[in-house]
């Protein structure tokens, strides 16, 4: 797995250059991307691995998804992006809901959506309060190996890591998002304070606290002010035409002929075989082109 982490003020910075807006679409986030519009981002310790990859299984939205893995408790891994160009009020979400897939780990780790928020733009208060975060396990039983999607607008399962949301939804009685709303009617999801114009970001992390996790994220979909946005994280793909570049993680990066994933190392290596194939690695394929 590739592993492309950076700090979280050259990621806001980043785009800002690259001019970020709202649109009701369908937005292809591919490894090409990473650092320029999301980007995995080192929260704790040594953060983690994280990856564009091909899977696993059928993702809500196309053939891939990103993908984290975390092996220390210490360590804590996000995946930011820019999905918004300035702060949005909480109460103009109109809809609200994202993928997980868990490969490995406890009973209660899945991937969380977390929001860094502004509990009341009206007042003059702009320092850091925390962020608003979506736990799905609070809201229904994590499984291993299949995808789940979860509803953050129904389901209860929201809880601030700051003052004052803490007091309202603190980490072991989460709130409802109506019940955030209602107290907090002028709350919003903060546009980063890095630079002017900057975007307001989208989070999802892995750990802290976990051990040998390896998940996925994918299908997120939001509305606001009755225009909804779509993101499809997708590997752009390479057809496999070399066994040796099945092996060390390399068959998550590939495809086959028809331009499906592989499960496994085996699975690659077996239909390179099977082809007759040798040599480079062949072909990129188009898949994820920005639509």
Avoid at 121 to 150: H, I, K, N, S
Avoid at 226 to 248: H, P, R, S, Y
Avoid at 250 to 270: A, I, P
Wanted: aromatic share 8%; glycine share 14%; net charge negative.
């Amino acid at each position: 797995m590739r592993r492309i982490t950076l700090g979280l003020a050259t990621l806001v910075a980043t785009m800002a250059v690259a001019g970020v807006a709202v649109a009701a679409t369908t937005t292809t986030v591919t490894e090409d991307d990473l650092g320029v519009t999301w980007g995995f981002v080192t929260e704790s310790g040594a953060g983690g691995d994280g990856a564009i990859v091909h899977g696993p299984d059928e993702p809500p939205i196309g053939t891939g998804s990103a993908e984290f893995a975390v092996s220390d408790p210490a360590d804590g891994l996000a995946l930011s992006g820019a999905v918004f160009d300035g702060a949005v009020a909480l109460a103009d979400v109109d809809a609200w809901s994202y993928g997980t897939y868990r490969q490995t780990g406890g009973d209660a780790e899945a991937i969380s959506l977390q929001l860094n928020i502004d509990y009341d733009a009206t007042d003059t208060e702009d320092g850091w309060q925390g962020r608003l975060a979506f736990e799905p396990y609070y809201a229904a039983a994590v499984e291993t190996g299949v995808w789940q999607t979860w509803d953050v607008l129904t389901q209860r399962g929201w809880w601030a890591t700051g003052s004052p949301g803490n007091s309202e939804c603190p980490i072991d009685d989460p709130c409802t998002w109506d019940e955030v709303v209602g107290a907090f009617p002028d709350a919003v999801i903060r546009a980063e304070q890095a630079l002017d114009g900057a975007p307001a970001l989208v989070n999802f992390k892995a750990g802290s606290g976990w051990s040998d996790f390896v998940g996925n994220v994918d299908g997120f979909t939001v509305t606001v002010a009755g225009e909804t946005t779509e993101v499809n994280f997708q590997l752009t793909a390479t057809v496999a035409t070399d066994k040796d570049a099945c092996k060390d993680g390399g068959w998550q990066t590939l495809v086959d002929e028809d331009g499906d994933g592989f499960r496994n190392q085996g699975e690659c290596v077996s239909t390179v075989a099977s082809e007759g194939k040798s040599g480079g690695q062949g072909e990129a394929k188009g898949r994820g082109k920005n639509r």
